[in-house]
């Protein structure tokens, strides 16, 4: 039996505390009223929950390859994310910040987290990874996405990574009143859900890889 | 004021045993107060990044009209060239334009921001991170005289020893309770298994419209030092030299997802910017649903703070947008882009 939890658009209500309040005092509260506010909060939850996490302008002329310093694999598990930005033939690395990840609607599953950038390579192949884990250096279990590009001009690149469940982290929060000596109780702690995610931008052949017009964004699962 | 905590679930709510003539049950009513508070208050969208950096001053923007009453600050540091003793230190002040709270030790701002932060010296860069988060309060921001009816400005003045901020971030909280101060909020309490809905129901639709009235996406925020800005010198609209260039002429295009609730996604956007001289300048941004412009007055050498632009995305999964300006003379100095939904 298929199961339906919303319509998939929002249906306007009458004005909340208006005349026409469809959930006004004393009124009878029919189930197809529940059914569309069900619809609607439903719908809420998972389009409100796909945003822009972070953009970046761009890297540009990054010459780094996947074996640099001692490296010896050229697979991208093994990216050297440890690189100091300045040395010369350093690849290209960002932390992009720690994300609440939550579930898309009821459904169970994650949005998908999805990197867009404009991409070219002056030479080899250029490659963007995409790591997410719990926030210390990424290691090759974690779970990660590529896009790359062999085009002398720019191009537009998108890739996906899907998470499960099991993917994502807790994180506890409890705001505390910082306007006593010492601060007060906290207000509204609770816990959600985040990953930590980390950008690596290399060329494989030593030339020149460069992007402009980075983003990461979630979209629907 | 009372308020119930809540974790963050989202309940499923299956259409089949809602049918339309059913007979609505207490739980049922139940489960939905849960689904509308998560919807309203669980996924706060509004959020800014500052990239690495040794040092400077950097403006992020929110609206504080939405939902969301913290603010999350996360600084992340690590070492610049070699693992020596090194400190990161970022101050924090946030203004309306008019009511200014901080830098420094203030009441109404959480003061760990401002220990200096030490990141390892194990010799591994990412090993080495060290990150400090906080929680801004919004309430107590408005306590201290800041507007709740316009952007906030936060503003992050970044000093380091031997070391990289390695990003800053500032994002919405999702709300972790119900409170009956709000004008939204449905406690799923008052509707116990075979008990009578009463008139606490109004609050559902009230927290469904907060779910569609009261977020807010950023879909653009980039944060350049106020003294390494984007500099505009073209006399008619162009693609902007620096963090808005692909190309020698063509401008980056930046994919985001428009929020689709129906009808065209509308937002306000603008730029912190000033002129060097007595002239005007102007920005705007093409999206898949139009161009629409913003006119820029002068500032004759002042930094300006203008989000009056009133564009829309296009209405489909994802679309591109991208930025170009003009200054009628001189030159126009640009350290903030902001796109935000207006919803």
Known sequence: MTTI???????????????????????????????????????????????????HPGFTDVDGTLDLFGYTTSDVIEFPWDIVPTVPGAVGVAYAGAHRMRGYGSTGDLPLITISARLKAGGGSA??????????????????AVIGSTSATYERKTGTLALTLGDVFSRSIAPVVEDTTPPGAPIEPGVDTIVHLWVGVWNSSGAKTSTRGMTIYLGAP | MTTRSRDLTTPALYS??????????????????????D???????????????????????????????????????????????????????????????GPGASVYLPRNLLAPIHP????????????????????SLVA?????SVPWRFTFVVTTVATYVEAIEIAEVSRFATDTADTYGADPDYYQPRSIIDDNVVSIGATLEAAYDLQRRTYHAVSLDEGAHDDVTSGTYAPIPGSQ???????????????????????????????TGAHTGGVRITTGAGTYTLTLPTTSGAWVDDFTGVGYLAQTTTDEIYWEAFSSAGTMHIASYWIVETP
């Open chain 2, 39 to 101: 919807a309203a208050g669980g996924h706060p969208a509004q959020r800014a990044t500052v990239l690495r950096t040794v040092g400077g001053t950097y403006h992020c923007y929110i609206w504080p009209d939405t939902t969301a009453i913290y603010y999350a600050v996360r600084v992340t540091a690590s070492w610049r060239t070699a693992p020596v003793f090194n400190a990161s230190s970022v101050t924090l002040a946030v203004t309306d334009g008019t009511t200014t709270v």
């Open chain 2, 120 to 139: 390892g010296v194990s010799g591994a860069r990412l090993v080495d991170f060290e990150t400090r988060e906080v929680f801004v309060q919004r309430d």
């Open chain 2, 245 to 275: 260039l692909e190309s020698a002429g063509v401008a980056s295009r930046w994919q985001v997802r428009p929020r689709l609730m129906g009808g065209v996604p509308e937002v306000q956007f603008g730029v912190r910017y000033r002129t």
């Open chain 2, 16 to 37: 089949q045993t809602r049918p339309s003539r059913g007979t609505v049950q207490a739980s049922q009513s139940a489960a939905l107060a849960e689904l509308a508070n």
């Open chain 2, 144 to 148: 201290a005289g800041l507007s709740p």
């Open chain 1, 5 to 55: 939890t919303t319509a998939g658009i929002w249906i306007d209500l009458p004005t909340s505390g208006g005349a026409a309040d469809r959930f006004r005092a004393d009124q009878p509260l029919g189930a197809g009223l529940v059914q569309i506010a069900s619809s609607n909060a439903e719908f809420a939850c998972r389009e409100n929950n796909l945003r822009t996490l972070w953009e």
């Open chain 1, 127 to 144: 490659g963007v990874v995409l790591v997410a884990n719990g926030g210390s250096r990424p290691q090759p279990s974690d779970r990660y």
